[in-house]
Every structure is written in C-alpha cells, then in structure tokens.
C-alpha cells in the first residue's frame, strides 16, 4: 500500500512538471505576442513551489520506507533515480522560468530532458509548439519577438496620429456648433422682437381703420343735412 501511494504521489508530481511546461510555453507565447502573461506568472509561481514541495515530500518518504527496509534496495535505486530526474527537471523549470526570454539556450526542448543529457534533446510535454516557432533557438525567437515589437509600435504610432486629428477635429466642431448656436439664439430674439413689432403694428392698423369708418359715417350725415337745409329754403321762397 505505501508503495502504491509513493507511486501515485511521484506520478501526480510528473503531471504537475508537465503542467508547468505547458504553462511556461504558454508564458513565453504571450511575451512574444504581446500579450500580458502576469496572471499566468502568478499561477507558475504557485505550481512551482507545489513541485519543490511534492519533490521534497518524496524524497523523505522514500528516505524512511529505505531505511525501515519496506522495499528492496534495487527498488529504492530506482525510485531514487526517478526523484533526481523529478529534481532535476524542477530546477530547469525553475530556471526557464526566471530566464529572459530571449536568452540564449541550445533548445527550448531541453527543459524537460533527463539529467543524464545524452540523446537528441526532444520534449515529448511540448508537443502542441507551433510550426512558426518550432526548431528556433531563443535568439532567434528575440528577433522576432523584436520584430513584431517593432510592427506594434509602428501601428500604435499610425494609431495615435489619427486619434490626436479625430481629436482636432473634434474640438474643431465643437467650437463651430457653439458659434452656430449663439448665432441662433440671436437670430431667435431678433425673431421675438420682430413679432412683437408686427403685433404693435396691427394693432395700430386695426385703431386706424375704426378711426377711419366713424369719421366716413359723420362726413356723410353733415352732407345730407346740408342738401335738406338748401330744398328747404328753396321751398321757402317759391311760397312767397
């Protein structure tokens, strides 16, 4: 039973390492992307030190089932060569981690190797590499890290130009609707002053044309009171 348990400890803690691996390509992906890895710098942190933990816990554990004689010593050879290949893989994890991007290593593939270093160096835990990346060293993942930098700044520059124009000319309108508006407010009360006006006016027109009518109807009595007054002397001197 505490072998089994020794096992599934040593093979949680190879899953873990491989995890890590994955995240740490994830990390230096995104720094060649532009991308903001801070959140995944933070959760490598943490899985990091779980690893030296779990590597620690089972070295004391297969230390002590070693020396109480719970397993054969070609066992615990074995298991021991597995914990130092673990450690080792640990430390380089460790150590890419911390790493510039852009330092110089023989392969990114060497991360993951045995401690021994013999054979081509491949890492079976990075098999979803992209086919841009795949096969360069890390000086010349810099250069293309630069080289997409440089497009980047390039097009934010380009960016910022039109923003500061849209900017300008934002202002720009901005002033001419205020002049557009005092211009109407103006014109609104030269429109107020001028209605007022016309209401005075026809007013004064309608006084006028009631003037006018009583004055016709008074001339007209006068005439006719006149031509009565002359048929009456005219009368008046026949009779005689």
Same mark, same amino acid.
């Given at each position: 039973?505490?072998?089994?348990?020794?096992?599934?400890?040593?093979?949680?803690?190879?899953?873990?390492?491989?995890?890590?691996?994955?995240?740490?390509?994830?990390?230096?992906?995104?720094?060649?992307?532009?991308?903001?890895?801070?959140?995944?710098?933070?959760?490598?942190?943490?899985?990091?030190?779980?690893?030296?933990?779990?590597?620690?816990?089972?070295?004391? %554990?297969? %230390?002590?089932?070693?020396?109480?004689?719970?397993?054969?010593?070609?066992?615990?050879?074995?298991?021991?060569?597995?914990?130092?290949?673990?450690?080792?893989?640990? %430390?380089?994890?460790?150590?890419?981690?911390?790493?510039?991007?852009?330092?110089?290593?023989?392969?990114?593939?060497?991360?993951? %190797?045995?401690?021994?270093?013999? @054979?081509?160096?491949?890492?079976?835990?990075?098999?979803?590499?992209?086919?841009?990346?795949?096969?360069?060293?890390? @000086?010349?993942?810099?250069?293309?890290?630069?080289?997409?930098?440089?497009?980047?700044?390039? @097009?934010?520059?380009?960016?910022?130009?039109?923003?500061?124009?849209?900017?300008?000319?934002?202002?720009?309108? @901005?002033?001419?609707?205020?002049?557009?508006?005092?211009?109407?407010?103006?014109?609104?009360?030269?429109?107020?002053?001028?209605?007022?006006?016309?209401?005075?006016?026809?007013?004064?027109?309608?006084?006028?044309?009631?003037?006018?009518?009583?004055?016709?109807?008074?001339?007209?009595?006068?005439?006719?009171?006149?031509?009565?007054?002359?048929?009456?002397?005219?009368?008046?001197?026949?009779?005689?």
């Amino acid at each position: 039973m505490s072998q089994d348990l020794w096992l599934q400890n040593y093979d949680a803690a190879c899953r873990l390492a491989q995890e890590i691996a994955e995240n740490i390509h994830e990390r230096n992906r995104q720094l060649r992307t532009g991308g903001n890895p801070a959140k995944l710098n933070m959760t490598l942190r943490a899985s990091l030190q779980r690893l030296k933990q779990n590597i620690a816990q089972l070295k004391e %554990t297969l %230390t002590r089932a070693s020396a109480q004689r719970r397993i054969m010593q070609a066992e615990a050879d074995r298991r021991q060569n597995l914990v130092d290949d673990l450690a080792t893989r640990e %430390t380089r994890l460790n150590a890419s981690f911390k790493a510039d991007i852009s330092e110089a290593e023989p392969s990114r593939s060497s991360l993951m %190797t045995g401690g021994n270093g013999s @054979g081509p160096a491949v890492n079976p835990w990075l098999v979803n590499e992209s086919e841009e990346t795949r096969g360069l060293s890390f @000086g010349e993942i810099k250069h293309q890290q630069q080289h997409i930098i440089e497009v980047q700044d390039a @097009g934010l520059d380009a960016l910022a130009v039109v923003i500061s124009r849209q900017k300008q000319m934002g202002q720009e309108i @901005g002033n001419e609707l205020e002049e557009q508006n005092e211009i109407i407010d103006d014109l609104a009360q030269l429109v107020d002053k001028t209605d007022s006006r016309i209401k005075n006016e026809t007013h004064r027109v309608k006084l006028l044309d009631t003037k006018s009518a009583s004055c016709g109807e008074f001339s007209a009595s006068s005439t006719a009171c006149k031509w009565q007054s002359q048929i009456c002397s005219l009368w008046s001197v026949s009779v005689l």
